[in-house]
Each structure stands twice: as structure tokens, then as C-alpha cells.
């Protein structure tokens, strides 16, 4: 299982990578293998406004159907349309192709975990 270390994670398996204001945020390694082959993403809208922890898109796998939380606050400005074909992408690349959108912050977030303490939350 992979953890990068330029990221950081919740304690609902979120990840975010921050470059200045810009969010990209997915879903974990982790997360990924629970819930099996990944058959249907729904993105959010462009523009919506996320608060930390609320629910802002859905990821459906054969086993089954999970909220993605938000790790930041602030507005949605892209998201990974090539998840509408290939919603697999997450279980093969989720921290690169597997991306589900990214968002202006607004400075605000949900607790985050560094690599070790997500490493650590895994392990209990």
C-alpha cells in the first residue's frame, strides 16, 4: 500500500496535495482497496462551495457505495472528467490519474494527517 509523504490524509481516507491555494483531492491507497474494483464515480459541480468534512462526490465499487469528504473548504474549480469513462483510474493510479477535483481553498480544513500519523491511524 502507498502513502506519499507530499500529501496529507483523513481520518475518512481523504487526501489532498496543496500547491498555494489550489486543493487536488482523492481518495487513499487504502480506500481504493477496501472498497474493491471501482465501477462509477459522481463528480461534483463546478463552482459548488465545500465546507470541510461534507460529502462532495460518491464512489461506487462492486461492493459499495461511499461518500468522499471534503479534507478543505472553498470552491470547486476542475474536476476528473476522465473518471466519467474510467472510473478505475482510482484503483490504479489513485494518487496521479485517480484524482477526483480540485479546489480554491479557503483556508479552512478537516484535521489532517502527515504520512506517519496517517501510517499510524492504518495501523490501529
Known amino acids: 500500500m502507498s502513502i506519499p509523504a507530499d500529501l496529507k490524509y483523513t481520518k475518512e481516507h481523504e487526501w489532498v496535495r496543496l500547491e498555494d491555494d489550489i486543493a487536488t483531492l482523492g481518495i487513499s491507497d487504502h480506500a481504493q482497496e477496501a472498497l474493491g474494483d471501482i465501477v462509477f464515480v459522481e463528480l461534483p459541480e463546478i463552482g459548488r462551495r465545500i465546507a470541510p468534512g461534507e460529502a462532495f462526490a460518491v464512489v461506487e465499487s462492486v461492493k459499495a457505495v461511499s461518500d468522499v469528504y471534503a479534507p478543505v473548504g472553498g470552491e470547486i474549480i476542475e474536476v476528473n ?38 501510517t499510524l491511524f492504518l495501523e490501529e
Request: cysteine-free.
Open 81 to 118: 472528467e476522465l473518471l466519467e469513462s474510467e472510473p478505475e483510474k482510482i484503483n490504479t493510479d489513485p494518487y496521479g490519474a485517480g484524482w477526483i477535483a480540485r479546489v480554491k481553498t479557503d483556508g479552512s480544513s478537516a484535521e489532517l494527517l502527515d504520512e506517519a500519523a496517517y
